[in-house]
Each structure stands twice: as structure tokens, then as C-alpha cells.
């Protein structure tokens, strides 16, 4: 049962400091995608900060493709497959535009360090192949973004910021990917444009499950298999939009019941 | 034996009140500013430069010893090194520390470091003689409590003065409003603004206080070592950044501690190892760098949740 | 084709100029120095605005193995421009020297972000090793060398260890107290000769021909330091060729991205502890090659050459050229060097100099006089690349 999900998590919870941020949560995801909804302070980007090692978590276990990632440091957890993006959009802002998005591709690139230097013509073929990689990625969101390739991430409007933060995460071709509020400051065309990338990825035919936090419902409706509701660090509704729309519990939490 | 470890223990406390008021100046400054300014030491030296110099001016030291009795020209003079550190850490913090406040805290960094070395090379070229050793006069009184040669007068009148210095500046942080206000800014920066603290007062206050700290830093060390050396201002400053950083950078009690710990480190390695006297600086650094390692929140720091 | 043949000419007089400037400010005074200085200076903000310095280092870019012979005719044919003077050689071996260290320093103010105090121990080692093996051991100069490389890089690791830990105030902490520790060190071990240093390092030797012997070209006599000038050099060469390596690989990114934001660095899967160690031990192994250079070049060393200033010094030659950016730093080392040997005569103003220097050029111009550059990946500059780019594109948005 296990191999056929991407990730399981049985009774993952964390403190800080007696907070219980995310409490005993059970959850599931195979090859899917999963809307992650809730109020403020539900918990929702702890369990993303879990899953992808930044917290360690204080009980239960993290399981992917049937490996406990528990112990895993981050870039570990990165390189079995696992890739995410930042609420607040987090670009390295002193690198250009391409650099941002050949990180993405550090832990499948090859060369290492003595090749760097006494080996140029393999360090700059992967290099250029890494290149046309990015390229291809981020060409799907917005091919205008390829002719600025070699400005500073300062000078691109945010929407293309948003784009090649989630290029950098989908260009190493990851198993899963997360994806924190990628709508966030957004106006509503621009909503729509990021939806429209998100269903892009969601059907580009590579496997990739997506958990996906948002507090916009129309971007949850149009984009998610299913749902997960968490309130208080626990899940409190799972199941289709429709069902969880209508649970009583979900209602409630939104509207601090 | 026991006579031995008594003299090293009091040796050590001797050490660590000069350490203590520098501990804590870093400590007020880090707490506020959320700035190292890495040049303390250097102030602290200047201000003991300016006692001495005033002192080597004939006229005035004499001057003054004709109006007062000699307690008071004395204290007299310790308050003048004290409002010269004061200045100098204004200045300092006009010109090295305002510029550099919420950009990347490597050019503060590098340019408070960089000032010490002004500080100390100004000293050397500017002072009559600055790079030789000076002798520190004796402003102290000499002489011994009981007969007990570790009980000179010079070393109670230093553990006294820190002790009163630091009750002075116990008073100042629990009882004034601008004390108050100072622990607000160092527990919680933006609430402590919201709720209308003046940051750009406390931060002129702070100085002000820990600049006169400095001062008497700088003669209490100057009295206890009785030669003053232009470069020893990195030394001492690197000691009371490590005093605050192993006590918990940003409390005034931590680096009261931390300077007990580094004292008695650096004061036993010297007494009871052969030939430890010239580790003795190896021996505290080593500590510190541990502790960076281990427990960077220092002895009463509370370890802090990094959100991400 | 045309074009071609203009941008060849333009870099080529580019690479002459820089020479040109270089040999005037070492064959004159200091005051003329600092003239040229400001001079610069104007130039630079000029084309700054005009944004000319950004075709100037893509013509460069371009054109590396021409602007290289350049550079390399003007080393070689430096010794008779002098006419063999070797107080001037000897500036320019230092320089070379200490640009090496500078680049090794550079991996980690620019790289990762984290102001490394301690250079000089890096210096140091390598030249403590080296000395002690040559002069109480009897070694041979080359091995005592690849020893003192092999030490400063393991000093690498156990200073790189607490920066795992330590960022900011800390490392500085950290790394100062390491750089007093080292200091007290060696003037405390008698072994390495205490306050007195060790005399007598021997020369290098190759097949038999000693590098300290005086060189009789076209009937002039050269001083030996035109051996030490070439030897420096050629490996001054490689570590620019490795540093702008590094720079344009992905290590060279990631250490960017964790200067930035070592969260989203890990989450890139950029291992922290390896990336962080390797900019420490590549930086030591640059520092401990210089001070084994160093070591076999003068003769004589003692602790003086490694303490706190020369650190701060160190630090001042990477600020002030522009951190992250290989020429940048080269443009500091060179530059300070050259200040400093002149200054001779007011050696008592030096370390002010320095201070000055660093707290002036972080209020007037942070990022340095050549500020860091967008790294551009081979021809594929913005210019040229909207094809191959549209096209990688279409065949990326077709899968």
C-alpha cells in the first residue's frame, strides 16, 4: 500500500515550546494533487516546513515512496525528490534570473569541484544543457521571461517572480512538489494566470503529486483533487471540494466558531 | 596550597571586574541596536589614554589636586575618561555604526573593526610616545587591608567600584524609565517602538551609558595592570565580546558571568598549568569558541526559535 | 566579421591600457598613485552611467585568450621594463602574492557571505609548514610546499567547522579569536622560532638551477627575483583561472545562495556543511600556496607577516576591489600592494591607511571599486541568445 503513495505521514506532530503547531496528523498523497486549506495559524506551512526537513518533527513519521525521511536535513529531502516553493516569495535577489533557476538543478548537476576547474568543456556542457533545461521550464509559464534571463530578480514583476520560484522547483523534475500560497499578493487576472500554470504542471503527463496551500477557493476548486482542511494543527475535513465546502467543522473554523 | 587557590581566586575576580563593565557594554549595545560595535575595547583604551593625559599635563593635575582633596580630583578624573568614552562611542556611532543600521550586518562589522584600528593608530601617532608602553599613574592608594597582601587597597577600591557601578546601573535599568525602556527594546524591538518608546533617544541614551562604562572600563583595567599600551584595546575588546557572548549576548547579568567564567579560566590555566601563562589568552579564546559551538545562546540566553 | 575584428582590437587596447596604468603607478610615487586612483575612479562611475563598463567586460569576456597573452607579454617583459630594478619586482611579487590570498579570501566575503578574520592563519601555515620542514627537516622546497598546502587546507576545516555554526558577529568572534590564538602560537612555540621567526628558508631549485640566482639576458643582469616574478606569477594565473571557474559553476551559485538565504539554499538541495567547508578549504589552500611562496621567496619569516593586520589588510584588498568579482579583487591586491610598498616611508601611518581606506570605501562605495557582475554563461549573452533561447523554449514547452 505504501509504494502506490508518494508521501504518507502517520501521527506527525511538532511543539514549539508547548505550542502544538500540527498535532497527531495522518495524511496521504499519491499521484494527485491536494488542495491544503485552514485559517491562519492552522498549521499549514509548519506541515510543509516538516515535510520538507527544515522542522524536525517532535512525533511520528514522515514516509516517502516507503523511506522515513524523520532524520533527512533538508537538501537531503531535496535530492529523494521532493521540492517546494516560500510563502513569502523567496528568490535570491543578489543572482540573475537564470542563476536562480540553475539552482534548481544543483543536486542533479555532476560536476564537482576539481571538474569545475581543470575540466571546463564538461563543467560548461552541463552548465549549457542546464540552461536549456531552465529555459524549457519557465518558457512554459512565460517565454518573455527567457529574454531577461540575464537581469537581476530585483527588476522582474512579481507574477514572474512567482513563475520562476515555481520553475526553480519543478526543473529538477521532482516527485512532489509543494506549493506555498502561490497566489499570495496576486490580483485576480494574475490568479488566473497562475492557475492556468498550476493545471500546466498538474498535466504536463511527468508524475508529480502537488500539495498545494491556498486561501483562495477558486484557485483550490479549479486546481485540487482533493482536500485537506486543518484547523489548530489537526485535520478536521477531508475529501472532495464539494464535501469539504459543506462540512460543518470547516465553516465553523473559518468563521472562528 | 589553600593560601594559593585563595590569591588565584581573587586574582580571578580581580579579572573578571575589569572584563565585566566591557562584557556589559557590548551586551547594552547588542541588546538595542542588535550591532557588535567591535571597537569597545579600543574606546575603553582611549578613554585611559585621556586619564593619563590629563594627568601628564602638569598644571591641570595640579590644578585640580590644589581646588579638591585628592579623592575628589581623582574621581574627578575618572568621570573625565568616563564622558571622553562617552563622546568618542557617540562619534563612533555617528560615523561607523548609524550608516551601515539594517544592511547586511558584514559592513557594520567590518566597519566598527576597522575603526578600532583608527582608534588605536590615531592613539600610537598622536599621543607623545604613544607606542611604548606608559606607565598608568597610581590614582589608587597604595598600601594594604590587614597587612594582607591580596587585600591592597587599589584591588578593593577596582572590585568596589564595579560593584557600585554595577548597582548604579541596576538602579538605571529597573527603576528609571529610560532603564526600562532599554530592557523593552532589547526583548522586543518592534512591540517596544509601537507602543512609542523613542528608539533614536534610548539609542543616544545607550551610548551615552555605555560610552561612561567604557570609560571606567578602561581605568579599572589601565589601574590594574598599571601600564597602558596603545594595541591592547583589540585584546580587551575581543575578551569583552567573548565575556558577553559566553554569558548571552544581549543580558547585562550573562556577561556578569561570562566574565567569572572567562576570568577564572584564563586566571587558573596561568596559576596551575606549567607554563600555561603564556596560553592563558588561548585558553579563554577556546572557551568561547565552544561555547559559540555548543551553546550559542550563552550561560542565561534562552535558546530562540529561528522562524522560518 | 568586421565587428569580430573590432571587438578584438578594442579588448586588445583595453588589456594594453590596463597594463600601461598598471607599470605607470608602480614606477612612480605614491602621490601620483592616488592620482591615478581618483582618475579611475571618475572613469569608472562614467562608464558606470553610461553603462560602457558592462560592454567593456563583455568585450573582455569575449576575447579572454587575447586580453591573456596580454596580460602574460606584460609579466614576461616586465623585468626589462624595469630595467631589472628589484625593489619594483619585488612590489610585484608581493602583489602577486597577496592576490593570491585575496582570491582565496574572496571564496568566502564573496562567496558565502561570511567575513573570514583569519586569513593570515590560512598565510601562515603555509608558511610556517613549509619553513619548519625546509629549514629543521631538510626537505625539499616543492614537497614542503605541497605540505603547507595540504596543512593550511586542514586549518581550512577546524576554522570552517564553528562557521558552520557561527554566522555574522559570531563567526567574526570566532575567527578573530582563532587569529590571536594562532598569533600567540607561534610566538610561543620555540620550535618555529618564537618572536625571532626562521631565518635561512632555502630557494626553490629546479633541476639543480637555484630560482636565488641572478639571470644574465641580451647582456643585462637581471636580480633573481625575475625567477620568483615568473614562478608567482604563473601561479597567480591559475588561481584566477580557478577562482573565475568556481565563480561561473554551480558552486559558484549555490555559495551565492547561501549567502542569501541559507533556507532556501538547503531546500535546493545544497548541502550547508560541505558547501561552507569547501569555500574555507579551497580559500586556505589558495592562502597556504601563497605563504609557501612567500616563505621560499623571502627567505625570513616571522610571526609580524601573519597577525591581525594583515588579515584586516587582506579584508581591505577584497572590499575595496569589489568582493565577488575576480577581477575586482585582483585590481585591490594589486592596487594596496603598491600603496603599501611606497608607503614605506610612513610605515607609521599604514594601518590608519587601512582603516581609513575600509571605513571610506564602505560608506562611499560598498560593493567595492569593480562591483560584483551578472555571471553571463559563454556566448549566451542577452544580445545573442533570444534565438537559441526561443528555440530551447519551443522544443522545452513541446515535452
Not at chain 3, 173 to 182: K, P
Not at chain 3, 208 to 226: A, C, D, K
Request: neutral net charge; contains cysteine; glycine residues 10%.
Amino acid at each position: 500500500m505504501d509504494a502506490l503513495k508518494t508521501l504518507k505521514t502517520e501521527k506527525v506532530g511538532i511543539n514549539f515550546g508547548g505550542l502544538k503547531a500540527v498535532e497527531k496528523l495522518d495524511f496521504e498523497i499519491g499521484d494527485e494533487t491536494v488542495g491544503l486549506i485552514g485559517p491562519n495559524g492552522s498549521g499549514k506551512t509548519t506541515f510543509l516546513n516538516i515535510i520538507s526537513g527544515i522542522y524536525k518533527p517532535s512525533e511520528g513519521r514522515v514516509i516517502f515512496k516507503g523511506e522515513e525521511l524523520n532524520s533527512f536535513t533538508p537538501d537531503a529531502i531535496r535530492k529523494k525528490g521532493i521540492s517546494r516553493t516560500f510563502q513569502t516569495n523567496r528568490l535570491c535577489m543578489n543572482l540573475s534570473v537564470i542563476d536562480n533557476l540553475l539552482l534548481g538543478l544543483y543536486c542533479e548537476q555532476k560536476t564537482s569541484w576539481w571538474q569545475a576547474i581543470f575540466n571546463r568543456s564538461l563543467a560548461m556542457q552541463e552548465i549549457n544543457r542546464g540552461i536549456d533545461k531552465c529555459f524549457g521550464a519557465i518558457s512554459v509559464f512565460n517565454p518573455e521571461i527567457v529574454d531577461r534571463a540575464y537581469e537581476l530578480i530585483s527588476t522582474i514583476p512579481l507574477i514572474d517572480r512567482r513563475r520562476i520560484e515555481i520553475a526553480r522547483a519543478i526543473v529538477g523534475r521532482p516527485k512532489l512538489l509543494l506549493l506555498d500560497e502561490p497566489t499570495a499578493g496576486l490580483n485576480k487576472e494574475e490568479t488566473h494566470q497562475m492557475i492556468e500554470d498550476i493545471t500546466k504542471i498538474r498535466d504536463s503527463g511527468d508524475r508529480i503529486s502537488i500539495i498545494i496551500i491556498e486561501h483562495d477557493m477558486s484557485v483550490i476548486s479549479k486546481i485540487s483533487d482533493r482536500v485537506v482542511c486543518l484547523n489548530a494543527g489537526q485535520k478536521i475535513a477531508e475529501g472532495s471540494f464539494e464535501e469539504v465546502s459543506q462540512n460543518e467543522n470547516v465553516c465553523m473554523a473559518y468563521l472562528g466558531g | 596550597m589553600g593560601s594559593l587557590i585563595l590569591s588565584q581566586v581573587f586574582n580571578a575576580i580581580m579579572l573578571a571586574c575589569t572584563l565585566a563593565l566591557i562584557g556589559i557594554g557590548f551586551s547594552l549595545f547588542f541588546g538595542v541596536m542588535d550591532i557588535v560595535v567591535f571597537c569597545l575595547g579600543d574606546i575603553a583604551i582611549a578613554s585611559a589614554f585621556c586619564i593619563l593625559g590629563i594627568t601628564s599635563l602638569t598644571g591641570v593635575y595640579a590644578a585640580l589636586n590644589g581646588i579638591f582633596p585628592m579623592v575628589v580630583s581623582n574621581i574627578i578624573l575618572v568621570i573625565c575618561g568616563g564622558v571622553f568614552g562617552a563622546i568618542l562611542v557617540t562619534v563612533m556611532y555617528h560615523t561607523v555604526v548609524a550608516p551601515f543600521e539594517g544592511k547586511n550586518i558584514n559592513a557594520s562589522l567590518l566597519s566598527t573593526v576597522a575603526a578600532g584600528y583608527v582608534i588605536r593608530e590615531l592613539i600610537g601617532i598622536f599621543y607623545p610616545g604613544g607606542r611604548d608602553p606608559q606607565n598608568f599613574p597610581n590614582l589608587l592608594p597604595t598600601g594594604y587591608l590587614f597587612n594582607n597582601t591580596m587585600l591592597s587597597w587599589r584591588n578593593i577600591i577596582i572590585v568596589g567600584t564595579t560593584v557600585l557601578v554595577l548597582m548604579l546601573l541596576y538602579w538605571f535599568v529597573n527603576r528609571t524609565k529610560a532603564g526600562i525602556s532599554i530592557q523593552a527594546l532589547s526583548q522586543n524591538k518592534e512591540a517596544s517602538i509601537m507602543i512609542g518608546i523613542d528608539w533614536h533617544k534610548m539609542v543616544i541614551v545607550t551610548f551615552l551609558i555605555g560610552g561612561f562604562l567604557l570609560g571606567i572600563a578602561g581605568f579599572l583595567t589601565a589601574s590594574y595592570a598599571s601600564t597602558l599600551r596603545f594595541d591592547t584595546g583589540s585584546m580587551y575588546g575581543l575578551l569583552g565580546f567573548s565575556v558577553a557572548v559566553v554569558g548571552g549576548l544581549g543580558s547585562i547579568y550573562g556577561a556578569l558571568a561570562g566574565s567569572l567564567v572567562i576570568a577564572f579560566v584564563e586566571v587558573f590555566v596561568t596559576g596551575f598549568i606549567p607554563g600555561g601563562a603564556a596560553y592563558s589568552g588561548v585558553a579563554g579564546f577556546l572557551i568561547v569558541v565552544l561555547f559559540i559551538i555548543f551553546r550559542p545562546e550563552g550561560i542565561i540566553g534562552e535558546k530562540s526559535i529561528s522562524k522560518v | 566579421m568586421a565587428a569580430r575584428l573590432n571587438d578584438k582590437i578594442t579588448a586588445a587596447l583595453v588589456a594594453l591600457g590596463i597594463c600601461l596604468l598598471v607599470y605607470i603607478s608602480l614606477m612612480s610615487s605614491l602621490l601620483v598613485i592616488l592620482i591615478i586612483v581618483a582618475l579611475l575612479v571618475v572613469l569608472l562611475t562614467y562608464c558606470e552611467k553610461t553603462g560602457l563598463i558592462d560592454t567593456v567586460f563583455q568585450l573582455m569576456g569575449k576575447n579572454t585568450t587575447l586580453t591573456s597573452v596580454i596580460f602574460g607579454l606584460f609579466i614576461i617583459s616586465l623585468p626589462f621594463l624595469v630595467k631589472g630594478n628589484n625593489d619594483l619586482l619585488h612590489i610585484m611579487i608581493i602583489a602577486g602574492i597577496m592576490g593570491i590570498v585575496a582570491l582565496g579570501l574572496n571564496f568566502q566575503i564573496g562567496g558565502i557571505g561570511q567575513i573570514n578574520f583569519a586569513p593570515a592563519v590560512f598565510y601562515g601555515v603555509g608558511a610556517y609548514t613549509t619553513a619548519y620542514l625546509s629549514v629543521r627537516l631538510g626537505v625539499s622546497p616543492w614537497l614542503g610546499t605541497i605540505a603547507g598546502v595540504c596543512l593550511a587546507t586542514l586549518t581550512g576545516v577546524i576554522i570552517g567547522l564553528p562557521a558552520l555554526k557561527a554566522r555574522g558577529y559570531y563567526l567574526a568572534l570566532v575567527t578573530i579569536a582563532l587569529q590571536t590564538i594562532f598569533t600567540l602560537m607561534i610566538i610561543n612555540i620555540p620550535a618555529v622560532g618564537g618572536p625571532n621567526g626562521i631565518p635561512g628558508i632555502p630557494y626553490y631549485q629546479i633541476f639543480g638551477y637555484s630560482l636565488h640566482s641572478r639571470v644574465e639576458v641580451f647582456g643585462l643582469t637581471l636580480p633573481y627575483q625575475v625567477n620568483y616574478l615568473y614562478l608567482v606569477y604563473i601561479v597567480f594565473a591559475l588561481a584566477i583561472v580557478a577562482a573565475s571557474r568556481l565563480f561561473k559553476s554551480r558552486y559558484g551559485i549555490a555559495w551565492n545562495a547561501v549567502d542569501q538565504d541559507p533556507v532556501v539554499a538547503a531546500t535546493q538541495g545544497i548541502n550547508l556543511t560541505s558547501i561552507q567547508l569547501l569555500s574555507f578549504c579551497l580559500g586556505a589552500a589558495f592562502a597556504g600556496m601563497a605563504g609557501a611562496l612567500y616563505a621560499h621567496y623571502t627567505g625570513f619569516i616571522s610571526n609580524e607577516n601573519f597577525d591581525f593586520s594583515q588579515s584586516l589588510i587582506l579584508i581591505c584588498m577584497v572590499i575595496l576591489g569589489g568582493s565577488d568579482n575576480v577581477p575586482g579583487v585582483i585590481t585591490g591586491a594589486l592596487l594596496l600592494t603598491m600603496i603599501d610598498q611606497k608607503l614605506a616611508d610612513y610605515a607609521n601611518y599604514r594601518l590608519l591607511m587601512y582603516g581609513l581606506v575600509l571605513i571610506i570605501i564602505l560608506l562611499v562605495r560598498s560593493k567595492g571599486l569593480l562591483p560584483k557582475r551578472i555571471r553571463i554563461y559563454g556566448e549566451r549573452d542577452t544580445g545573442m541568445s533570444n534565438g537559441d533561447a526561443k528555440l530551447a523554449a519551443g522544443a522545452g514547452g513541446k515535452r
